[in-house]
């Protein structure tokens, strides 16, 4: 009973286009007033204290300002001219270097519209110049651009490990196999396409080996950072938090190093900072406020007796979770579907015996799919925007084969679960 | 009442001006605990707290800057079908549900610190902070997203009830996708538009 009002307003809510935060805060109201003489919603203080000194999400605000620092050194352009060099040979030409630099550069920052949004700019004059077909071009940018938020680090990863009380450092470790794997898939599925069809792809110009190795030095500073960021966390030196500080202080120095490190650049990073962790944490507040609500209220318990009591099988039950993600990715804004789904779902899952940490992994990939789905798939209008001209039928027609290296790389983890689970 | 808006989006600056100096500042130490620790075995014995109580207050400030911005994710998927009216009717309920929401939530996080100052609380480390110190400053930033919110609302129902439909739509509308773009990545859409549409 509960539930079904739950599930009636919140989808109220939500097509009323009530600011997401403020939709869960307000369902979780409701819920106390109608459904309990206990005052639940005075823990609301407290818990909005609890969640804002949370020294994990700390992580999430500095992860966010080394993206954009980074942004600013202009580092993309180098990252892509050197990535070129290094996989035009291929056929597909451009387009590996497009998923490439992509992968490396939206590890690094936290949000795919800048980093779809960038990594357009750069490449389409690219495409334009050598004849590219623009759908496919397109539609590899928008793929690449979700590979950020498997590779570590990831602010969803951290958000998932947040909602989950899950190792952060475990979910980012998880993330790099799959995260890597999936970016080959992506790099063999334009190779197949583009010797099936070769109009569809074209050449690059050709680099020299000595072109080659004098490119590397443009990727010294983007390793630097991998180096720092995941070494410290992987040998254990430091917590997520703190190799985000360190990252972010290196990044000021690559910032520097490039020159371009100067007020207007300082405020410009802070103000794109802040704005989105203002847009995630009001969000966690009300996500963390709701959960406490449904389990003050029971409904979490409800729910996940009322799966156990339909009797179906782990693997059905997983399937039907998944078959929801993608139904409601194709509707809500992925950071909203992540808070509002996961402390329902996550009982779920533990309940059935997954690993929680691959099942991070999984919600991860499937938040991938979301962002390249339409007709709310971001990234495919943000490419479509930096494109310019031409129909975004192009590139949803193009995107097809990517959605299907999800899949594909969502059904492989659920038979080889090691495929994450090996460097935890 | 515009006026009031512009003073309200100065402090909004500032304060995210402060927050990327605490931002900086904080790194800075986080990572000298972690030479300290690593190479001299010893630590500050205040690295980890200080960066909660600093993100507290970086947390509660952003609110309200990133309602300026229009940063708060509405669900759109609706909104962007239904006629201009319409919309403009969804600007002014969303306004006013958040005005629900961020009034208690102001409310009670006040009696969060006022438990705090009462009850003379000290965390319980070896800094042993009284709590006031850092929930006052949250508050703070609490307060103003809530005056903030209410001074949005009024001008919006002011608006509505003025049938300034077309201002309601740039101050309150869903951000379209081009603002979106510009405010993360600095990137002009319309700019490139011009220059590339017939490139091919």
Same mark, same amino acid.
């Given at each position: 009973m509960i539930w079904i009002v739950t599930l009636t307003v919140l989808i109220l809510f939500l097509l009323a286009s009530m600011t997401v935060g403020a939709a869960m805060g307000n369902l979780g109201f409701v819920l106390t007033k109608v459904?309990?003489? =206990? $005052?639940?919603?005075?823990?609301m203080g407290e818990v909005v204290w609890n969640v804002s000194s949370n020294y994990n999400l700390f992580a999430i605000p500095l992860y966010i300002m080394l993206g954009q620092l980074l942004v600013k050194s202009g580092i993309a352009q180098r990252t892509y001219r050197a990535m070129d060099k290094w =996989?035009?040979? =291929? $056929? @597909?030409g451009l387009l590996h270097a497009n998923i490439a630099s992509s992968a490396i550069f939206a590890a690094t920052s936290g949000s795919s519209v800048a980093t779809a949004a960038t990594m357009g700019t750069i490449s389409f004059p690219e495409c334009r110049r050598f004849g590219y077909n623009e759908g496919f071009f397109a539609a590899s940018i928008a793929a690449g651009g979700t590979l950020g938020i498997l590779i570590p680090p990831s602010i969803n990863l951290i958000v998932y490990g947040f909602l989950t009380n899950t190792s952060i450092p475990k979910l980012f470790l998880a993330g790099i196999v799959p995260g890597v794997l999936l970016a080959i898939l992506f790099m063999v599925i334009i190779f197949v396409v583009c010797v099936i069809n070769p109009s569809v792809g074209s050449d690059s110009t050709k680099a020299t080996m000595a072109e080659r190795l004098t490119s590397l030095k443009d990727l010294v500073p983007i390793f630097m950072v991998f180096i720092v960021v995941l070494g410290s966390i992987y040998t254990g030196l430091a917590t997520p938090t703190e190799s985000a500080a360190l990252g972010v202080l290196v990044a000021t120095a690559i910032t520097a190093y490039y020159k371009k490190l100067n007020w207007k650049t300082f405020v410009e990073a802070t103000e794109g900072t802040v704005k989105t962790t203002g847009m995630i944490m009001l969000i966690l507040f009300a996500a963390y406020f709701l959960n406490f609500i449904f389990i003050s209220l029971g409904v979490t318990r409800q729910i996940t007796e009322f799966i156990d009591a339909l009797g179906f099988s782990p693997a059905n039950t997983l399937f039907a979770i998944i078959c929801m993600y993608i139904i409601l990715g194709v509707f809500i804004e992925t950071l909203s579907m992540m808070a509002l789904t996961i402390p329902v779902v996550h009982p779920i899952i533990v309940n059935l015996g997954y690993d929680p940490i691959w099942f991070g992994v999984v919600m991860i990939l499937l938040v991938e799919m979301a962002l390249i789905? $339409? $007709?709310? @798939?971001l990234n495919l209008y943000v490419t479509q925007g930096v494109r310019g001209?031409?129909?975004i039928r192009d590139i949803i027609l193009w995107i097809i084969p990517f959605v299907m290296a999800i899949v594909l790389m969502i059904m492989l983890l659920i038979k080889f679960p090691a495929l994450a689970l090996i460097l935890t | 009442m515009m006026g009031i808006i512009k003073s309200l989006e100065k402090v909004s600056h500032w304060s995210v001006i402060v927050c990327g100096f605490l931002l900086m500042g904080m790194s800075l130490f986080i990572a000298l605990e972690v030479v300290l620790r690593k190479f001299? +075995?010893? +630590? /500050?014995?205040?690295a980890d707290e200080l960066s909660a109580y600093t993100f507290a207050i970086i947390c509660a400030w952003s609110l309200s800057y990133t309602l300026i911005k229009k940063g708060h994710i509405r669900i759109d998927f609706l909104y962007t079908k239904l006629s201009f009216g319409l919309q403009r009717l969804l600007d002014v309920t969303s306004f006013l549900a958040l005005a629900a929401f961020v009034s208690p939530m102001t409310y009670y996080t006040f009696k969060t610190l006022k438990t705090s100052i009462v009850r003379l609380s000290r965390a319980? /480390?070896?800094?042993? /902070?009284?709590?006031?110190?850092p929930q006052g400053l949250w508050f703070l930033g609490i307060l103003f997203f809530f005056i903030v919110v209410i001074v949005f609302t009024v001008v919006i129902l002011k608006m509505a009830w003025q049938r300034q439909f077309q201002e309601m739509a740039d101050f309150a509308g869903c951000p379209v996708l081009d603002e979106e773009i510009k405010e993360e990545s600095g990137i002009d859409i319309k700019k490139i538009q011009g220059q590339g549409g017939d490139n091919k």
């Open positions: 459904f309990s003489t =206990l $005052p639940f919603h005075r823990a =996989l035009s040979w =291929l $056929p @597909g789905t $339409p $007709p709310v @798939g001209s031409g129909s | 001299f +075995s010893v +630590s /500050t014995k205040g319980n /480390t070896p800094l042993q /902070t009284p709590m006031w110190i």
